[in-house]
């Protein structure tokens, strides 16, 4: 019996966010993405490229990642075609846009591009039996992804995050496994083009508090919710 | 608040942090004495000095040891558990249960 | 009123004449000006009159201007104990005296300092030790004499919060040597932050005068601020205050509504000194001022501290004070030099030549009352015969102004919380601090240097440190600067007694020179004992400016050097903080399943367990009872949904998968089928019972460990800690949060599961009680677990987190036809105890091992080693203490025992309930407790002490009470 990842499961209906009856309180508009739902924009979506430039946060939690550890993941990875970051605590962006963190020597967090359509997350997703010594992990799953963006978000996260995240103090790809408003998570700094941002992957379970923590913090900055289009357009 | 600085992960607020005891040695659980074992197990050194413990990163569930200074409060050097146990540990089979097992010379303290 | 004290520029650098506030006072209006505190601006109206004293109700006006002192604590609307030298006015603000009874100017509670001595130190501790109780009676009256501000309970909350900030250094107190510390370090391209607690930077250069002409401190100030504000990388603060210092550079920084947590890298502490006042008879009247309150008044607010002044000095810097009054056109009657033989500087000489009296070795021996009684009048001048001791007889001197200058203290307070040592050469009554934490400078006037040049070069030479340090630069390290030979500022003794007494030695407590002396009479000789003894000290300005006249009287009380005397300890905060800058924008996280919305819309009420939200029960609070105990029953008879995704989940998945496991729980796993579950109980290495749950086998290398809702962080911890040791090629992996799971238990629980899943046989023979499957419900991938938990042919399905709620909709449409409900915690909790079932940290304590929980069973004895085997191996050996029992109580109209209640054998206590519930399929309350082995065997009574004091019987019986044959979870 081989063991089943939810990141294998075709589910019969389209994959939406935990966080979905809050975007639809905020009049978002939703696009399909294979076989789930992201928010695409809030209400007309006029004007979210310039606040994602500002300060944005997007929920990203319905798009594909991916994740294994063990001892021969960093080999099979690279044997998958993966470039790998060669020390923990990086992280690179694939050829097709997947965003590769590793957080030790072994262990590696796939995020998907903005698409929705990572090769390289399908690709091994799709190896049916992995090595020996590697250990998927169900990171669609168990974790949530939100993506803080614009120039304000590093003083954002310092009101809710002890690691300096400054641009000049914490370049980009790199990794903070850290506590983010009292919540365990993998914080990456990934930028969108010019746009400072950072993907914050934590505990499925804490998204609403975490939604809502960033949301409050970022009021101050005149930070609001952006869609996933905004983010295309940095 | 202290800093710690994690091996995997750098130098981070102490609130990052589980502590996990003082590190000694695990005595053969099948041979030691009673006393010496309960000794392993409840009381700990507390050395005014330097001393090794556990530490656990929690975001990323890493342990490691942290050489400190308990009068100073200073730590001295962090490193991954590997530096200690280098290799994998077995344990022999457990002996065969013997009836009316003679009190062991700890157990008559 | 008209501002008469107002006087013109270059006087106020910080008010703006151009724009007026209006605001209240005592329900009265008046005006100030922007840049204007509450005091600066009614003092520019007059009014010197602040509030009043803590105990004696004595009239209290402005001392500091600086923040540092509670004479000036005034009420807001919704803030007690407001410092008007600190608070900045603004237009229609209302501000009102404080600690008062009728009036401010008339305060029936002064007639309390009549009493004064019937009110010696530790008067409290005497009076009311006996009779036992008389303090209750007490209390409330002293306390409403004795409060101080008044909280507004119709406060309107506001949002405060916080923030984390990084530099390379931190620079406190942004006076000539912070702004020099700050410019010498942010030449290295250090990122600086430069924090001061004052309005402005500059610190003394605001408002002291470094030269005769008075005018080189405004010149050095403009060019420092100038050079500072055009360093991009020094980031300034101003009216912050750094309320601590913590390891490793952490620091509190409170400005506005807002706590900064700031990690330095390195930190310079230029945080000056604070003036002192002479102690002498009513030196708290009104009036009577720190000079350097005098020259802040004119310098910075252009206020003219009076029309005509004295000054008593004990150094060089009173003249410069006198000189300051001269320019604002104050009359300055007198200066009275304490000093037999002063070492004049150039101000001092300058001072002399303006022909102003000078009374040399003479001290100000009293204060005396103007005639409305609220201010200063005159002062009594004597010259000085010994260390504190006047001549029989003086003069007399009106005046309404009276300006102390006789010695500072270096403000050691953040320096001695990281372990500094403040020490004092009694031969020059000068401090020094020294043993600073790591990574952490002092410079300036609170490092002993009291030469502008010197504190110049004091604070360059730290940057140079830090940055050093830092790696920032490579300088070479200027030689540390020699402690200067001249007369330094502080002189030795400016403590004169009084025979009607009333010289505050602390104004916050109201203590006189007598209350300290009798504090060491009494017994109470070290200088930690006086404070806790006297109060000395732990007043809002937290002994600022009592710590060094009582280690002084203290010393001579006991015959010793101040040196040896000492201070007592600084702690945090430095300075009053509000409790919001502690309680704003806190994080308490909060855990959702994905059905979590499905059960708000089925009506549940929700509870929290850690973090995470559940439904306790499906209804209305008013319909509790029956809600439960219809939940209950529709599981027993028919088919039930629980929501138990809170469930923790760990992989273990590797060649050594099983022999890991083998090691960590105390069943044995070596030989465990695939395909099937295994009931997993964890011992910690004292052999104490701490979490439970089911090993799934799904195979050879992969197990899907179930463990508690609030145990499984610290199970998975523990994995990985052991397997940190063991090294065994295994991997361990938490995915609580990656599982959505229900438990669908009952009778029909198969029926409705088969609608919706074609790819599992589910019967009874194909997959029986204790069978692990994988396969499809709904659609959606499952992994099924037939566990018994409640007692019925139950089936835990485990699907990827994001599918929970569509797993749960379907469950719900395919239950229709067999009415299935959804069951909460509350309904869960009754019928696992009518199973017998214990929760790990419910029915367990800290002590639980397994032979007393009824757990022998899963103990497996041949294994080489698992945690806790050892201890357990002992524990069995020694005679079971206790044991937990299953009990009925029959007696219906019995209140129902509750968790903790004591188990007693007439007064003896022998144990106690850990579970108990009415339980509705019974029919009868039943429970776990507890008790004594000779109180185990069933059929046997024990009393317990239930709500109220009724004792109620209870009757042991056999575990399980319902289905004790097992068959129903193995339909």
Redesign the interface.
């Known amino acids: 019996?081989?063991?089943?990842t939810?990141n294998?499961?075709?589910?019969?209906?389209l994959?939406?966010?935990?966080l979905y009856?809050r975007h639809m309180a905020m009049s978002a508009a939703f696009e399909a993405l294979t076989d789930s739902t992201v928010v695409s924009c809030y209400g007309t979506g006029e004007g979210e490229l310039k606040q994602a430039q500002h300060l944005g946060l997007a929920d990203l939690s319905?798009l594909p990642r991916a994740g294994f550890?063990?001892l021969g993941t960093p080999d099979w990875a690279a044997g998958q075609g993966l470039q790998l970051p060669v020390q923990?605590?990086r992280a690179n962006l694939q050829d097709d846009g997947t965003l590769v963190a590793r957080?030790?020597q072994t262990e590696l967090l796939l995020a998907s591009n903005l698409d929705g359509l990572s090769e390289s997350i399908a690709n091994i997703s799709l190896g049916s039996q992995l090595p020996?010594?590697v250990?998927s992990?169900?990171r669609?799953?168990?974790?949530s992804w939100l993506v803080l963006c614009g120039s304000q978000a590093a003083a954002t996260l310092?009101?809710?995050?002890?690691?300096?995240l400054?641009p000049h103090?914490f370049a980009n790809g790199e990794v903070?496994?850290?506590?983010i408003?009292?919540?365990?998570?993998?914080l990456v700094r990934n930028d969108l083009g010019e746009t400072l941002s950072y993907s914050i992957f934590s505990?499925?379970?804490?998204i609403?508090?975490l939604w809502d923590?960033l949301l409050?913090?970022m009021a101050e900055f005149e930070g609001t919710a952006v869609g996933i289009q905004a983010l295309r357009d940095c | 608040m202290k800093l710690l600085t994690c091996p995997l992960n750098g130098p981070r607020n102490i609130s990052e942090f589980t502590y996990g005891g003082e590190y000694h040695p695990m005595p053969d659980h099948q041979q030691v004495a009673a006393r010496e074992w309960a000794e392993h197990v409840f009381f700990h050194d507390n050395a005014a000095g330097v001393v090794i413990e556990w530490w656990c990163h929690s975001a990323s569930s890493y342990w490691f040891l942290a050489e400190r200074n308990t009068i100073s409060d200073q730590i001295l050097r962090t490193f991954p558990a590997d530096e200690i146990f280098t290799q994998r540990i077995d344990f022999e089979p457990a002996p065969e249960p013997t009836i009316n097992a003679t009190p062991t010379a700890g157990e008559s303290q | 009123m008209s501002h008469t004290s107002r006087l013109s520029p270059p006087f106020g650098s910080l008010i703006d004449r151009q724009q007026p506030i209006h605001f209240r006072f005592e329900k009265r209006n008046y005006e100030g000006f922007a840049g204007d505190n509450i005091a600066s601006a009614l003092a520019a109206n007059q009014q010197w009159l602040l509030s009043r004293s803590f105990k004696y109700h004595r009239p209290r006006g402005v001392l500091t201007m600086a923040g540092q002192d509670a004479n000036s604590m005034i009420q807001l609307p919704s803030d007690p104990n407001a410092l008007a030298d600190r608070v900045a006015i603004s237009d229609g603000l209302e501000v009102m005296g404080q600690n008062y009874s009728g009036s401010l100017n008339r305060d029936s509670g002064a007639l309390l300092g009549l009493f004064s001595r019937f009110l010696p130190v530790g008067f409290y501790y005497k009076a009311f030790f006996k009779p036992r109780g008389i303090w209750e009676k007490w209390a409330p009256l002293i306390r409403k004499k004795a409060g101080l501000g008044v909280i507004n309970q119709d406060y309107q909350s506001e949002y405060y919060d916080k923030q984390y900030q990084f530099y390379d250094v931190a620079v406190i107190g942004a006076g000539p040597a912070g702004l020099s510390a700050a410019l010498q370090a942010a030449k290295t391209g250090a990122e600086v932050l430069l924090v001061d607690e004052n309005a402005s930077l500059g610190g003394s250069l605001n408002y002291s005068r470094l030269d005769a002409e008075g005018i080189a401190a405004r010149e050095l100030r403009q060019q420092l601020v100038a050079e500072v504000e055009a360093s991009a990388n020094i980031t300034a603060m101003t009216s912050a205050t750094c309320n601590g210092w913590f390891a490793d550079n952490w620091l509190p920084i409170i400005c506005g509504k807002r706590l900064y947590k700031v990690r330095a890298k390195q930190t310079i502490l230029c945080v000056g000194s604070l003036e002192q006042q002479a102690v002498f008879h009513n030196n708290d009247l009104p009036g009577v001022i720190m000079s350097s309150a005098a020259q802040r008044l004119m310098h910075l607010y252009g206020v003219r501290p009076g029309k005509t002044a004295v000054v008593v000095t004990g150094n060089n810097e009173g003249y410069a004070t006198a000189l300051d009054l001269l320019d604002a056109g104050v009359q300055v009657k007198a200066i009275v030099d304490l000093r037999q033989q002063p070492e004049y500087n150039e101000i001092a000489q300058y001072a002399l030549s303006k022909g102003l009296e000078v009374k040399t070795g003479y001290a100000v021996y009293a204060a005396n009352k103007d005639r409305s009684g609220l201010h200063l009048g005159s002062v009594e001048v004597r010259e000085i015969i010994s260390q504190g001791v006047c001549a029989a007889s003086g003069e007399t001197i009106a005046c309404d102004t009276l300006c102390m200058s006789v010695g500072y203290t270096p403000t050691y307070q953040l320096i001695c919380q990281g372990g500094g040592q403040l020490s004092y050469d009694d031969d020059s009554s000068m401090f020094t601090l020294t043993n600073c934490p790591d990574n952490c400078q002092i410079a300036g006037s609170v490092n002993s240097h009291w030469q502008l040049g010197d504190v110049i070069a004091d604070a360059q030479r730290a940057a140079i440190i830090a940055t050093n340090e830092l790696g920032l630069s490579t300088q070479a390290l200027p030689d540390a600067i020699t402690l200067s030979q001249h007369q330094g500022p502080n002189f030795g003794w400016p403590i004169f007694a009084h025979p009607k007494g009333k010289e505050f030695v602390d104004f916050d407590e109201d203590l006189q020179i007598a209350d300290i002396i009798n504090a060491t009479r009494d017994g109470y000789e070290h200088v930690q004992l006086v404070k806790r003894y006297s109060t000395c000290g732990m007043g809002p300005s937290q002994g600022r400016h009592s710590a060094l006249a009582t280690a002084r009287l203290v010393a001579a009380a006991t015959n010793k050097t101040v040196a040896q005397t000492g201070v007592t300890t600084a702690r945090p905060p430095f300075s009053a903080e509000h409790l919001a800058h502690s309680a704003g924008r806190s994080f308490y996280p909060a855990q959702r399943s994905n059905m979590h919305y499905r059960h708000l819309e089925a009506g549940a009420q929700m509870l929290q367990a850690g973090a995470w939200y559940r439904p306790a029960y499906y209804g209305t609070t008013n319909q509790r009872e029956s809600s439960i105990n219809n939940e209950v029953k529709n599981v027993r008879n028919n088919v039930g949904l629980v929501d138990v995704s809170t469930l923790g989940g760990l992989e273990v998945r590797g060649p050594d998968a099983a022999e890991f496991l083998n090691r960590f729980y105390t069943f044995a796993f070596l030989k465990q089928p695939v395909g099937k579950a295994r009931y997993a109980l964890l011992t910690n290495e004292a052999g104490v019972v701490i979490d439970d749950g089911v090993a799934c086998r799904f195979s050879e290398q992969h197990y899907y460990v179930t463990a508690t809702t609030g145990g499984v962080g610290n199970v998975y911890q523990s994995m990985l800690k052991w397997n940190a040791q063991w090294r065994l090629d295994v991997d361990i992996a938490n995915v609580t949060s990656a599982y959505s799971a229900v438990n669908i238990a009952g009778p029909n629980a198969r029926k409705v599961l088969a609608k919706l899943c074609s790819d599992i046989d589910l019967g009874s023979e194909a997959f029986p009680y204790m069978g692990v499957r994988e396969g499809t419900v709904a659609g959606i991938a499952a992994r099924v677990i037939r566990v018994g938990f409640v007692g019925e042919l139950g089936y835990e399905v485990h699907i990827p987190q994001h599918c929970g709620e569509a797993l749960w909709d379907a469950l719900i449409d395919a239950g229709a036809e067999f009415s299935i409900k959804p069951f909460g915690i509350e309904a869960q909790r009754i019928l696992r105890l009518e199973k017998g079932h214990i929760i790990i940290g419910q029915d367990t304590d800290a002590m639980s091992n397994p032979t007393e929980v009824n757990m022998a069973w899963a103990i497996a004895k041949k294994k080489p080693f698992f945690v806790g085997g050892r201890s357990i191996q002992e524990l069995n050996k020694a005679p079971l203490k206790r044991c937990q029992v299953g009990f009925v109580v029959n007696d219906l109209n019995a209140p129902i025992p509750l968790e903790s209640h004591l188990v007693l054998d007439g007064d003896r206590m022998t144990g106690r309930v850990t579970s108990c519930n009415y339980s509705p399929t019974l029919n009868k309350p039943l429970g776990l407790a507890f008790v004594e082995p000779d109180q185990a065997e069933a059929g046997s009574h024990f009393k317990i002490k239930s709500s109220g004091g009724v004792m109620v019987d209870a009757m042991v019986v056999e575990l399980p009470f319902y289905d004790p044959e097992t068959q129903r979870q193995e339909l």
């Open positions: 019996m081989s063991s089943t939810p294998q499961i075709a589910t019969n209906a994959r939406r966010s935990q009856r319905t550890k063990g923990p605590n957080l030790s020996e010594r250990y992990l169900p669609s799953d168990s974790h310092s009101k809710v995050c002890g690691v300096d400054r103090k903070a496994q850290t506590s408003a009292k919540i365990n998570g993998v505990d499925s379970s804490s609403e508090f923590s409050d913090a």
